[in-house]
């Protein structure tokens, strides 16, 4: 499955398969050389080497190498990788081509001219911990840091100039005018002749652009995209010999009347977090598992996935925009400090990978939200500072959609005024300290009421709120009639008293999405709270790991189709 935006026109090498491969177990990725190994074993591109094994939570570097044949000469390449995880090198016939220290970021690198013939590439990538090398993805992260490709990977033969993306955005989803911005790369210098056409328009349109330019038309015989009826358009753009297929969806969103505003109508969040991880594959899920896991959203009565907490593969908001569900994606960020987040580095890194997030993945019309940080310190001036920054490049990217971040500071933050919509994390009777006496579900109502007095003080009277996580664990196949802890009774109730809390209150409270989906990993043998994660897992999915259904599911299903 190729994700958009597709190139009919070039010369593209699929990269993905199998590759030779060798481990260093406990090696920092500057202390190999992945030109010259000697391979002992074999990998998948993509997929996670720790997740074999033969290698399975180890941490230390994975070379990998495999030849590739180009049939013709070529002024310019473009290494597109999906999403790697830690930190990765490319070489191509022992020349570096790119580093990456972006974890789950689509990124792209130039390769130089590429001459007809046989080819050796080589990557190392790197899933070790260290506070000065990765500074994204830190050790007491609530996931676990996988190695080695979690998505796929390809090589494009490039003119001296070429299309890089066309950004679709609606402008009035009533009439079906759009803005198309062009982009280009190479050598992007002066105006550029394009064509154009929609979906199975016969003429082309002809526009003069220059990189970076857009131009306002009408969409013929346009629909809009919306859950229940997510039509998808197609624009087709050529520009000299290069040829791009982006999709997108008519449909706009704003905030208004504390209600998110789907196409000007209010529409009311019923989702989960979800984690793109599964026991065999990591973050490298197949398509299989990824329609599994909407079939069951959709099952449930959702029509919303907070996909946390990082960016999100192409394919799956695909399948999305699909699907009609609505997607919260955000950049990678968890439990941050006031330090990490004082630290230039981070802020900068922060900004690169969030930008690449927007830029990815604009023409969603599943994604109607942007985040970041997630229950990063918002307390601090340091907090204010990194939040100003990020909310402000997003902006510059797609000013079109909501921006907002998972607060769990809800008695001091101070960066609400900086966000579309208000979203809170909270684990009354769960996480934290528990009222005496009291039953884990009665601690919920009380403690959102606090919450939502916090911010309805403090914000815009129109200003939406949503709950962003609320759940508990439970441990599959534990069953107790007497629903004590980690059995599916205690989660089936918990989950109950969530949603009937949330709900009750429509005119405070616009949506809600249960922590969480699946069961993931979480740490391996070390870890802020592993005393709360059995086998190393977050067990707050209403499926399993393997996707098998607990006792919440049904209580959730109900409860979903009811609202």
Same mark, same amino acid.
């Given at each position: 499955?190729?994700?958009?935006?597709?190139?009919?026109?070039?010369?593209?090498?699929?990269?993905?398969?199998?590759?030779?491969?060798?481990?260093?177990?406990?090696?920092?990725?500057?202390?190999?050389?992945?030109?010259?190994?000697?391979?002992?074993?074999? %990998?998948?591109?993509?997929?996670?080497?720790?997740?074999?094994?033969?290698?399975?939570?180890?941490?230390?570097?994975?070379?990998?190498?495999?030849?590739?044949?180009?049939?013709?000469?070529?002024?310019?390449?473009?290494?597109?990788?999906?999403?790697?995880?830690?930190?990765?090198?490319?070489?191509?016939?022992?020349?570096?081509?790119?580093?990456?220290?972006?974890?789950?970021?689509?990124?792209?690198?130039?390769?130089?001219?590429?001459?007809?013939?046989?080819?050796?590439?080589?990557?190392?990538?790197?899933?070790?911990?260290?506070?000065?090398?990765?500074?994204?993805?830190?050790?007491?992260?609530?996931?676990?840091?996988?190695?080695?490709?979690?998505?796929?990977?390809?090589?494009?033969?490039?003119?001296?100039?070429?299309?890089?993306?066309?950004?679709?955005?609606?402008?009035?989803?009533?009439?079906?005018?759009?803005?198309?911005?062009?982009?280009?790369?190479?050598?992007?210098?002066?105006?550029?002749?394009?064509?154009?056409?929609?979906?199975?328009?016969?003429?082309?349109?002809?526009?003069?652009?220059?990189?970076?330019?857009?131009?306002?038309?009408?969409?013929?015989?346009?629909?809009?995209?919306?859950?229940?009826?997510?039509?998808?358009?197609?624009?087709?753009?050529?520009?000299?010999?290069?040829?791009?297929?982006?999709?997108?969806?008519?449909?706009?969103?704003?905030?208004?009347?504390?209600?998110?505003?789907?196409?000007?109508?209010?529409?009311?969040?019923?989702?989960?977090?979800?984690?793109?991880?599964?026991?065999?594959?990591?973050?490298?899920?197949?398509?299989?598992?990824?329609?599994?896991?909407?079939?069951?959203?959709?099952?449930?009565?959702?029509?919303?996935?907070?996909?946390?907490?990082?960016?999100?593969?192409?394919?799956?908001?695909?399948?999305?925009?699909?699907?009609?569900?609505?997607?919260?994606?955000?950049?990678? =960020?968890?439990?941050?400090?006031?330090?990490? %987040?004082?630290?230039?580095?981070?802020?900068?890194?922060?900004?690169?990978?969030?930008?690449? %997030?927007?830029?990815?993945?604009?023409?969603?019309?599943?994604?109607?939200?942007?985040?970041?940080?997630?229950?990063?310190?918002?307390?601090?001036?340091?907090?204010?500072?990194?939040?100003?920054?990020?909310?402000?490049?997003?902006?510059?990217?797609?000013?079109?959609?909501?921006?907002?971040?998972?607060?769990?500071?809800?008695?001091?933050?101070?960066?609400?005024?900086?966000?579309?919509?208000?979203?809170?994390?909270?684990?009354?009777?769960?996480?934290?300290?528990?009222?005496?006496?009291?039953?884990?579900?009665?601690?919920?109502?009380?403690?959102?009421?606090?919450?939502?007095?916090?911010?309805?003080?403090?914000?815009?009277?129109?200003?939406?709120? %949503?709950?962003?996580?609320?759940?508990?664990?439970?441990?599959? =196949?534990?069953?107790?009639?007497?629903?004590?802890?980690?059995?599916?009774?205690?989660?089936?109730?918990?989950?109950?008293?969530?949603?009937?809390?949330?709900?009750?209150?429509?005119?405070?409270?616009?949506?809600?999405?249960?922590?969480?989906?699946?069961?993931?990993?979480?740490?391996?043998?070390?870890?802020?709270?592993?005393?709360?994660?059995?086998?190393?897992?977050?067990?707050?999915?209403?499926?399993?790991?393997?996707?098998?259904?607990?006792?919440?599911?049904?209580?959730?299903?109900?409860?979903?189709?009811?609202?």
């Amino acid at each position: 499955m190729r994700s958009y935006p597709l190139y009919p026109g070039r010369s593209i090498t699929d990269l993905n398969g199998i590759w030779a491969f060798r481990f260093c177990e406990g090696t920092f990725l500057e202390e190999v050389d992945e030109t010259g190994f000697v391979p002992e074993d074999v %990998m998948t591109v993509p997929g996670t080497f720790d997740t074999t094994p033969a290698y399975r939570c180890k941490r230390g570097t994975g070379l990998y190498r495999r030849e590739f044949l180009l049939t013709e000469d070529s002024p310019r390449g473009i290494l597109k990788v999906g999403g790697i995880g830690l930190r990765a090198r490319f070489r191509i016939d022992g020349k570096e081509v790119g580093f990456t220290n972006l974890p789950y970021s689509g990124v792209e690198f130039e390769t130089g001219p590429l001459k007809a013939g046989r080819h050796v590439i080589t990557a190392a990538i790197d899933n070790n911990f260290d506070p000065e090398k990765m500074k994204l993805f830190l050790p007491y992260y609530d996931f676990y840091a996988f190695g080695g490709f979690y998505r796929s990977m390809e090589l494009h033969q490039l003119p001296e100039c070429a299309l890089d993306r066309v950004q679709v955005r609606t402008l009035c989803h009533e009439t079906g005018k759009v803005s198309l911005r062009f982009l280009f790369n190479g050598d992007t210098q002066g105006t550029k002749t394009v064509r154009y056409r929609f979906d199975t328009e016969n003429e082309f349109r002809i526009a003069e652009v220059i990189s970076g330019g857009s131009v306002e038309c009408t969409v013929p015989g346009f629909r809009i995209w919306s859950p229940e009826n997510p039509h998808l358009h197609t624009l087709e753009v050529q520009f000299g010999t290069d040829r791009m297929i982006e999709r997108f969806g008519i449909r706009t969103v704003r905030t208004g009347k504390r209600c998110v505003l789907l196409n000007g109508k209010p529409i009311y969040l019923k989702g989960f977090n979800r984690h793109e991880s599964h026991p065999e594959f990591g973050p490298a899920t197949p398509e299989q598992v990824m329609i599994e896991d909407l079939q069951n959203l959709r099952d449930l009565h959702c029509n919303m996935v907070r996909g946390c907490h990082y960016s999100q593969d192409q394919r799956f908001l695909d399948l999305c925009d699909e699907f009609g569900m609505l997607v919260w994606e955000e950049s990678l =960020g968890w439990g941050n400090s006031a330090a990490q %987040m004082a630290d230039p580095e981070f802020r900068a890194l922060q900004e690169q990978q969030t930008r690449l %997030m927007v830029r990815n993945s604009i023409n969603h019309p599943s994604g109607i939200i942007w985040a970041f940080l997630n229950e990063q310190d918002s307390s601090t001036p340091e907090g204010y500072a990194i939040t100003e920054q990020l909310v402000r490049s997003i902006k510059e990217e797609d000013s079109s959609r909501i921006v907002t971040f998972a607060c769990n500071r809800t008695g001091n933050d101070i960066c609400h005024p900086l966000l579309d919509m208000i979203s809170y994390n909270t684990y009354p009777g769960w996480i934290g300290e528990h009222l005496e006496g009291v039953e884990p579900p009665d601690e919920i109502p009380p403690m959102q009421k606090k919450i939502l007095k916090y911010f309805r003080d403090r914000i815009g009277e129109d200003t939406p709120i %949503m709950v962003s996580e609320m759940g508990c664990c439970s441990i599959y =196949g534990q069953r107790d009639p007497a629903g004590s802890q980690w059995s599916e009774e205690f989660q089936a109730e918990y989950l109950e008293a969530v949603i009937q809390a949330v709900s009750s209150v429509p005119d405070e409270i616009c949506g809600l999405t249960i922590w969480q989906f699946n069961d993931a990993m979480s740490f391996h043998r070390m870890g802020a709270d592993i005393r709360c994660k059995p086998l190393g897992l977050n067990l707050a999915g209403s499926f399993d790991k393997f996707r098998r259904r607990k006792l919440s599911a049904d209580v959730v299903k109900k409860l979903y189709g009811n609202l």
